[in-house]
């Protein structure tokens, strides 16, 4: 069998002949010797040496299955603790490569950027994707570097298409310039992306919505009907579905130039979103230093138009400002400055946190490994003093010792990967995204995880494999070990402190998050949000409308019924008012909405002062309207019944007025992000109608969805019915914070676990380096409990340190998040307690079991073993 001596004599063989040479020929003759002879024996040499470190690669995995097999316990409690540690941190990545993710997929999307309109003004800031509809032209014809300019809107409703007799409601449908397809990469599986989208009354659709219609086939050609706008679109286009990381959300997308709006040449209304690609080469913060001046030409002089007063004059005061900037593609689904409605919005803060989380159960989980070999010791002190009294070198001892570490690394990395194939499904749909078991074989994850398990490895295994090696023979054998070991004891509290510092922080961020949304569900909105159906498209009922709210309004079950065109936690248009005597420049952006008679009732609105809107009374229906307190408190309006507003947004041109008849106490029509807006209802006209909202009984509820739905379809001549109910539209808003919310108390639940099973480690190591003290502490009489609480006490007080340690930085990161909200439950000091009551009772039950279990055993045996 080959061994490492026959290498090294093969290459003392080879040393030996190039002296000799040398000494014979001279040293240039001796090198060219030297390298025929190298030649002839390199083979021999690569053999044997190779069969050499199989060999040692073979003893090494024999030694290391073999404490394994003879430690299942150890084993198991081992593997567990670094496989939970990968799965979650591999989990974790897979959702931040996730969200860092959207949009990169369009190839050009490095020179993509959306343009978005940056205000300051007497209201205070806005900073939204909404800008004017001629942008887009105008930024295509006074910047050469600008290579396409597209607008896109997104409307927030429902739509009824039919096609070839088939009827759907479609919630997806969107409208676009033709160079939409331009710009971006929606790969095309009929039509072409240049001209799609060119003529009026054209359409693309996605291939989910493009089978529903019409199969297989090719629909090119083939007609579609918007039956709300009565309007026919010829179908010019079908795209593969949009990914999961676009930020656009459409299955259908219209010509823009088929709309009226399209045309419109006022800089003053915000409608679009408007996106640029710019040429290769061109700069974008060179594009945005040339806005301002592209701002004041062409935005100017409508300024001026409206209020009459200079755009220059009104904006060099204070510290106004309005302009455009530009947000580059990549960065829109994680930006948290520029509003928009168009998806589901990432929350960069949030995936640093838990990038924080996923890091830390990865180290808590190579803490637990260090510390439980290190616990486990004393079992191979002796075999480490014999294998060295019999000739093995330190390398060889670090060498064993980081192979088992790794082994044991990648047989983790395994049952992590078999753990992510059962949890991954559920925590993609926790965590609201389209995660997959087979995303971790795609794209850079194979090597990330070869990584992940190598670099644990290492790094878990190199204390336990030098601090193993280092001792003297002579001490190991004789049982002098323990002596020495008392040196790295402070290592192992720190890293124990570390570990529950940690896991105290995530938990006691993961009960701040419950308790805000507990505060967030129970506080009072202003309006009565229970048992309301809301009925999307009841437009569609028209003429009919009268009828059907009669024919429900006969059942006992139906309350009260209401028309609107929005309701809290949709959308509410921000429209610019201007009070009668107010100069234009005074403009205010208010809330706006439009409501029938019976809207207040309905949720429950309290009047302030005044009264609301009445049938009976003529005039209601065109020239009256009502604010809230807040409304009036910015406007400054000590008395505000009677005052007037002129009847057309924006300006104070001579014309039509508004009456201020009321004045509603304040409710909430958006998430507790934000506090109470000024707001200002208008009476309902058919145009602006959308929305039927219906106030039933509690009981039977699912009996009266069924007589909701039969009157409509009796009224609507069977088209679809949909609807929702207010309480679940307004607990949306808040599906991020409980998203995040579930994530953190899942993970902060396996933080604190791996760390515990730390906890064992230490506790185990304490018990067997105390084995003779505590046999002959219960020879004199000392009781199980005493003992226990002397092996458990040391790490008992470790985790109240670190609690004490780990509660300034907590408390600073979840003032950090709840400043998010502008409602928030207050932080006080009972939850630091109960966190730390929390934590320090997990810990006494993951250590109680050995502590017991060591304090138990038979004095007798313990002092016969040592």
Same mark, same amino acid.
């Given at each position: 069998?080959?061994?490492?001596?026959?290498?090294?004599?093969?290459?003392?063989?080879?040393?030996?002949?190039?002296?000799?040479?040398?000494?014979?020929?001279?040293?240039?003759?001796?090198?060219?010797?030297?390298?025929?002879?190298?030649l002839?024996?390199?083979?021999?040499f690569?053999?044997?040496?190779?069969?050499?470190?199989?060999?040692?690669?073979?003893?090494?995995?024999?030694?290391?299955?073999?404490?394994?097999?003879?430690?299942?316990?150890?084993?198991?409690?081992n593997?567990?603790?670094?496989?939970?540690?990968?799965a979650?941190?591999?989990m974790?990545?897979l959702?931040?490569?996730?969200?860092?993710?959207?949009?990169?997929?369009?190839?050009?999307?490095?020179?993509?950027?959306r343009?978005?309109a940056?205000?300051?003004?007497?209201?205070?800031?806005?900073?939204?994707?909404?800008?004017p509809?001629?942008?887009a032209?105008?930024?295509?014809?006074?910047?050469?570097?600008?290579?396409?300019?597209?607008?896109?809107?997104?409307?927030?409703?429902?739509?009824?298409?039919?096609a070839?007799?088939?009827?759907?409601?479609e919630? /997806?449908i969107?409208?676009?310039?033709a160079?939409?397809?331009?710009?971006?990469?929606?790969?095309?599986?009929?039509?072409?992306?240049?001209?799609?989208?060119?003529?009026?009354?054209?359409?693309?659709?996605?291939?989910?919505?493009?089978e529903?219609?019409?199969?297989?086939? +090719?629909?090119?050609?083939?007609?579609?009907t918007?039956?709300?706008?009565?309007?026919?679109?010829?179908?010019?286009?079908?795209?593969?579905?949009?990914?999961?990381?676009s930020?656009?959300?459409?299955?259908?997308?219209?010509?823009?130039?088929?709309t009226?709006?399209?045309?419109e040449?006022?800089?003053? /209304?915000?409608?679009?979103?408007?996106?640029?690609?710019?040429?290769?080469?061109?700069?974008?913060?060179?594009?945005?230093?040339? $806005?301002?001046?592209?701002?004041?030409? #062409?935005?100017?002089?409508?300024?001026?138009e409206?209020?009459?007063?200079r755009?220059?004059?009104?904006?060099?005061?204070?510290? #106004?400002?309005?302009?455009?900037?530009?947000?580059?593609?990549?960065?829109?689904?994680?930006?948290?400055?520029?509003?928009?409605?168009?998806?589901?919005?990432?929350?960069?803060?949030?995936l640093?946190?838990?990038?924080?989380?996923?890091?830390?159960?990865?180290?808590?989980?190579?803490?637990n490994?260090?510390?439980?070999?290190?616990?486990?010791?004393? *079992?191979?002190?002796?075999?480490?003093?014999?294998?060295?009294?019999?000739?093995?070198?330190?390398?060889?001892?670090?060498?064993?010792?980081l192979?088992e570490?790794?082994?044991?690394?990648?047989?983790?990395?395994?049952?992590?990967v078999?753990?992510?194939?059962?949890?991954?499904?559920?925590?993609?749909?926790?965590?609201?995204?389209?995660?997959?078991?087979?995303?971790?074989?795609?794209?850079?994850?194979?090597?990330?995880?070869?990584?992940?398990?190598?670099?644990?490895?290492?790094?878990?295994?190199s204390?336990?494999?030098?601090?193993?090696?280092?001792?003297?023979?002579?001490?190991?054998?004789?049982?002098?070990?323990?002596?020495r070991?008392k040196?790295?004891a402070?290592?192992?509290?720190?890293?124990?402190?570390v570990?529950?510092?940690?896991?105290?922080?995530?938990?006691?961020?993961?009960?701040?998050?419950a308790?805000?949304?507990?505060?967030?569900?129970?506080?009072? $909105?202003?309006?009565?949000?229970? *048992?309301v159906?809301?009925i999307?498209?009841?437009?569609?009922?028209?003429?009919?409308?009268?009828?059907?709210?009669?024919?429900?309004?006969?059942?006992?079950?139906?309350?009260?019924?209401?028309?609107?065109?929005?309701?809290?936690g949709?959308?509410?248009?921000?429209?610019?008012?201007?009070?009668e005597?107010?100069?234009?420049?005074?403009?205010?952006?208010?809330?706006?909405?439009?409501?029938?008679?019976?809207?207040?009732?309905?949720?429950?609105?309290k009047l302030?002062?005044?009264?609301?809107?009445?049938?009976?009374?003529?005039? +209601?229906?065109?020239?009256?309207?009502?604010?809230?307190?807040?409304?009036?408190?910015?406007?400054?309006?000590?008395?505000?019944?009677?005052?007037?507003? *002129?009847?057309?947004?924006?300006?104070?041109?001579?014309?039509?007025?508004?009456t201020?008849?009321?004045?509603?106490?304040?409710?909430?029509?958006?998430?507790?992000?934000? /506090?109470?807006?000024p707001?200002?209802?208008?009476?309902?006209?058919?145009?602006?109608?959308r929305?039927?909202?219906?106030?039933?009984?509690?009981?039977?509820?699912?009996?009266?969805?069924?007589l909701?739905?039969?009157?409509?379809?009796?009224f609507?001549?069977?088209?679809?019915?949909?609807?929702?109910?207010?309480?679940?539209?307004?607990?949306?808003?808040?599906?991020?914070?409980?998203?995040?919310?579930?994530?953190?108390?899942?993970f902060?639940?396996?933080?604190?676990?791996?760390?515990?099973?730390?906890?064992?480690?230490?506790?185990?190591?304490?018990a067997?380096?105390?084995? #003779?003290?505590?046999?002959?502490?219960?020879?004199?009489g000392?009781?199980?409990?005493?003992?226990?609480?002397?092996?458990?006490?040391?790490?008992?007080?470790?985790? /109240?340190i670190?609690?004490?340690?780990?509660?300034?930085?907590?408390?600073?990161?979840?003032?950090?998040?709840?400043?998010?909200?502008?409602?928030?439950?207050?932080?006080?000091?009972?939850?630091?307690?109960?966190?730390?009551?929390?934590?320090?009772?997990?810990?006494?039950?993951?250590?109680?079991?050995?502590?017991?279990?060591?304090?138990?055993?038979?004095?007798?045996?313990?002092?016969?073993?040592?």
């Open positions: 069998m080959a061994n490492r001596g026959d290498s090294a004599a093969i290459a003392g063989d080879i040393a030996e002949e190039f002296h000799r040479r040398a000494a014979e020929h001279g040293s240039g003759r001796a090198r060219l010797w030297y390298r025929l002879f190298v002839r024996s390199l083979p021999s690569v053999r044997h040496t190779v069969s050499w470190s199989l060999t040692m690669f073979k003893n090494y995995l024999t030694i290391a299955l073999r404490v394994m097999r003879r430690h299942k316990a150890f084993t198991f409690i593997l567990a603790g670094l496989a939970v540690g990968m979650c941190s591999v974790i990545g959702y931040i490569v996730h969200e860092s993710g959207f949009d990169r997929f369009h190839e050009k999307a490095p020179r993509i950027f343009v978005y940056d205000i300051r003004d007497d209201d205070g800031d806005f900073v939204g994707a909404w800008t509809p001629p942008l032209k105008a930024l295509l014809q006074d910047f050469p570097e600008v290579e396409e300019a597209a607008r896109y809107s997104a409307w927030p409703r429902e739509w009824l298409m039919t070839r007799g088939k009827s759907f409601i919630g /997806g969107t409208f676009a310039d160079s939409f397809f331009r710009m971006f990469s929606y790969p095309f599986i009929f039509g072409d992306a240049a001209t799609a989208l060119e003529e009026p009354g054209t359409i693309v659709l996605s291939r989910r919505v493009a529903k219609y019409f199969g297989h086939d +090719d629909p090119v050609g083939q007609t579609m918007i039956k709300d706008i009565g309007r026919d679109y010829r179908v010019t286009g079908v795209i593969e579905d949009p990914p999961p990381t930020h656009f959300r459409f299955d259908i997308v219209a010509s823009l130039v088929s009226r709006q399209s045309a040449t006022r800089w003053s /209304g915000n409608s679009y979103f408007t996106y640029v690609l710019l040429r290769e080469g061109a700069s974008a913060a060179a594009l945005e230093a040339k $806005l301002p001046d592209f701002t004041r030409r #062409r935005y100017g002089p409508q300024f001026f409206d209020t009459g007063v755009y220059e004059d009104y904006y060099a005061k204070g510290d #106004r400002r309005f302009g455009f900037r530009l947000e580059p593609l990549t960065e829109i689904h994680l930006g948290a400055r520029v509003k928009d409605t168009l998806s589901l919005k990432g929350n960069a803060a949030h640093r946190l838990l990038s924080a989380v996923a890091f830390f159960i990865l180290l808590i989980a190579a803490i490994f260090m510390n439980l070999a290190t616990a486990r010791f004393a *079992h191979r002190s002796r075999e480490v003093g014999v294998r060295k009294v019999l000739g093995s070198e330190r390398r060889q001892l670090v060498v064993q010792f192979g570490s790794l082994l044991m690394s990648v047989l983790a990395l395994v049952m992590a078999g753990v992510m194939a059962v949890v991954l499904p559920a925590f993609g749909r926790l965590a609201g995204r389209p995660l997959a078991f087979g995303d971790i074989f795609s794209g850079g994850f194979p090597f990330l995880l070869a990584g992940v398990a190598l670099a644990v490895g290492l790094a878990a295994g204390y336990p494999a030098l601090f193993l090696s280092s001792f003297a023979p002579q001490a190991t054998i004789k049982g002098r070990w323990a002596a070991g040196g790295h402070r290592l192992r509290r720190g890293l124990v402190l570990q529950f510092a940690v896991g105290f922080a995530v938990l006691f961020g993961t009960g701040v998050i308790r805000q949304m507990r505060f967030l569900g129970s506080r009072d $909105l202003g309006f009565d949000k229970e *048992h159906v809301v999307g498209r009841a437009n569609a009922l028209g003429a009919a409308a009268e009828a059907f709210e009669g024919e429900l309004l006969s059942h006992p079950e139906v309350l009260n019924i209401s028309r609107s065109e929005s309701l809290p949709r959308h509410f248009d921000d429209n610019g008012h201007v009070l005597g107010a100069l234009a420049t005074d403009e205010r952006a208010l809330m706006t909405t439009y409501v029938d008679d019976r809207f207040a009732d309905l949720l429950g609105l302030a002062e005044g009264r609301f809107f009445r049938r009976d009374v003529g005039t +209601d229906a065109t020239s009256a309207v009502v604010i809230n307190r807040t409304a009036a408190r910015e406007l400054g309006l000590a008395e505000p019944v009677g005052k007037r507003f *002129h009847k057309q947004y924006g300006g104070a041109k001579e014309g039509e007025f508004v201020i008849i009321g004045v509603l106490e304040d409710f909430h029509i958006a998430s507790l992000h934000t /506090g109470v807006r707001m200002i209802l208008r009476p309902l006209s058919p145009a602006e109608w929305l039927t909202s219906v106030k039933v009984r509690a009981e039977g509820l699912a009996r009266t969805l069924a909701i739905e039969r009157t409509w379809k009796k609507t001549s069977g088209q679809p019915f949909q609807y929702s109910f207010l309480d679940r539209d307004f607990g949306a808003l808040y599906d991020a914070e409980r998203r995040a919310g579930k994530i953190f108390s899942a902060s639940a396996l933080a604190v676990l791996v760390a515990c099973l730390g906890l064992y480690g230490l506790v185990s190591f304490s067997e380096r105390r084995t #003779r003290e505590i046999g002959i502490r219960k020879t004199l000392a009781s199980v409990g005493s003992l226990a609480g002397l092996l458990s006490r040391e790490v008992i007080t470790l985790v /109240g670190a609690a004490v340690v780990a509660s300034p930085p907590a408390f600073f990161l979840a003032r950090q998040w709840l400043r998010d909200f502008a409602y928030r439950a207050p932080i006080r000091p009972w939850m630091f307690a109960a966190t730390a009551a929390a934590v320090l009772a997990v810990a006494f039950l993951s250590v109680a079991y050995r502590a017991i279990k060591a304090a138990a055993a038979n004095p007798v045996e313990t002092l016969r073993n040592e």
